[in-house]
């Protein structure tokens, strides 16, 4: 071998050595050659036991804990019965059904069960997310040592963030949810909660999560000033204007900006100590924002989370919206919720998100298209489509939607024109990662 050929051979050999494989390397690897987790042979990360984010050749990934690279393709809503299963919620499933349901989402293509799913999910060899359901949990409790004013018709809209029941009340869910999962390698991360509000919203239906428009459409603010007088929340709306020279009647955009800022920030620093106190190791995956996320929230809270989630139903992802808060928090972003649903289906479609399309077909390609671009962004770590199973055509309990979100009908069989495509495209989404 001449001098200039072992020099070549040496220098590639310690490359790979180190995990950090270069893109050309990576490319002599197909997609479809994974570890147990589902991460992707083709390139290295770091080898930590547990799923960890990390920035290679400028791009962001989820890291297995073998340390492969990981791009988390989920299904929120894998659960056997009627309703949506809480995060304590026993079991419906019948015996070998969790088996059978991973074997069939492994085939599709799909390494994560998302939310909203079955517990007996998390036992299935594949990576998994939980909500710790931090606020919503919170917010229906009354405030400390004061009356609920009649403006709230059920105790407390908003969670007073300041408050030591607030703290409480996270602490106990952590202690509760995440100290049993600290060790647990398949677990890829919390969500603080889902789709919570975050200030001035406007919105066209009667109500989200069951606050009315009249609600939605004041700050966080304007909120918070309506607390009792005695409330932590209050108090420190209160001192947070006089600390701007500004009154109560002359409160302007900026000072609602602020404190907003200042809220999530709290929201979000009380969140992550309290996992932190139960489980030192597993990844933060944000708060889940309902296709709005304004730039305060995201400040406050950006420092305090690991990875960005957001939910979208768009026709095509928010791809500048989603540049701009990978831009404005320097971390990656996951998409925890999309789906498209389809008129030929026979479901009504007239409760739930987004527009119907036409035809299966027409899901299959919107599938395609959408995750394709949003692989192509280089903060992207991962996306779960909505949901597993099709809701009932007279409407689910609670909020009686009724559309075709799954990919199995309502007796189980597959949607073959879909997943048939999810499987061919899943497999190839590493290359058009890497190729960005």
């Known amino acids: 071998m001449n001098r200039s050929l072992l020099v070549l051979v040496t220098v590639f050999l310690l490359a790979s050595a180190s995990g950090m494989t270069s893109q050309a390397s990576a490319q002599g690897v197909t997609s479809g050659e994974y570890d147990k987790y589902g991460g992707w042979y083709g390139l290295k990360g770091k080898k930590t036991g547990f799923f960890h984010t990390q920035q290679i050749n400028g791009r962001w990934w989820l890291v297995t804990p073998e340390g492969n690279v990981f791009i988390s393709k989920g299904v ?27 074997r069939q989402l492994r085939g599709w293509g799909f390494n994560t069960v998302g939310a909203w799913s079955d517990r007996e999910m998390f036992t299935t060899e594949m990576a998994y997310t939980f909500i710790l359901d931090a606020a919503e949990s919170a917010r229906r409790q009354p405030f400390a040592n004061a009356d609920v004013p009649d403006y709230f018709p059920v105790p407390g809209y908003f969670p007073d963030y300041f408050s030591k029941e607030f703290r409480e009340s996270t602490d106990s869910r952590a202690a509760k949810l995440c100290a049993p999962r600290a060790n647990d390698p398949w677990l890829l991360g919390y969500f603080t909660d889902n789709e919570q509000s975050w200030g001035s919203i406007k919105i066209s239906w009667d109500s989200w999560n069951g606050i009315p428009p009249s609600v939605l459409q004041q700050s966080l603010l ?25 009154v109560k009647g002359a409160i302007t955009e900026d000072d609602m900006d602020g404190f907003e800022e200042l809220a999530a920030a709290e929201y979000a620093r009380v969140c992550r100590e309290a996992i932190r106190r139960y489980d030192p190791s597993h990844l933060i995956l944000g708060c889940r924002y309902p296709q709005y996320a304004p730039d305060p929230v995201v400040r406050g809270m950006c420092p305090f989370f690991d990875v960005i989630s957001m939910n979208d139903y768009h026709p095509r992802p928010p791809v500048w919206k989603l540049e701009h808060l990978a831009q404005l928090t320097g971390k990656p972003f996951m998409l925890t919720e999309f789906s498209f649903k389809a008129m030929d289906s ?85 290359n058009v990662a890497i190729r960005k």
Not at 94 to 99: N, V
Not at 389 to 406: L, M
């Open 76 to 102: 929120a809503g894998v659960y056997f019965g009627e309703e949506e299963p809480g995060p304590l919620t026993p079991s419906s499933a019948p015996p070998g059904w969790t088996r059978n349901a991973a």
């Open 222 to 246: 304007e909120n918070y000033l309506k607390f009792p007088p005695t409330s932590p929340g209050y108090q420190k709306a209160v001192e947070y204007l006089k600390s701007r020279g500004t």
């Open 346 to 430: 026979g479901l009504p479609n007239t409760k739930g998100a987004a527009d119907p399309v036409a035809t299966q077909q027409d899901r299959a390609d919107n599938f395609s298209h959408y995750v394709q671009e949003l692989v192509a962004i280089p903060s992207c770590v991962g996306f779960h489509w909505f949901e597993y199973r099709d809701e009932p055509a007279e409407g689910r309990q609670g909020d009686g939607e009724n559309s075709n979100y799954g990919l199995v009908k309502k007796d189980g069989t597959a949607w073959e024109v879909l997943t048939s495509r999810m499987r061919e495209v899943n497999a190839s989404l590493e």
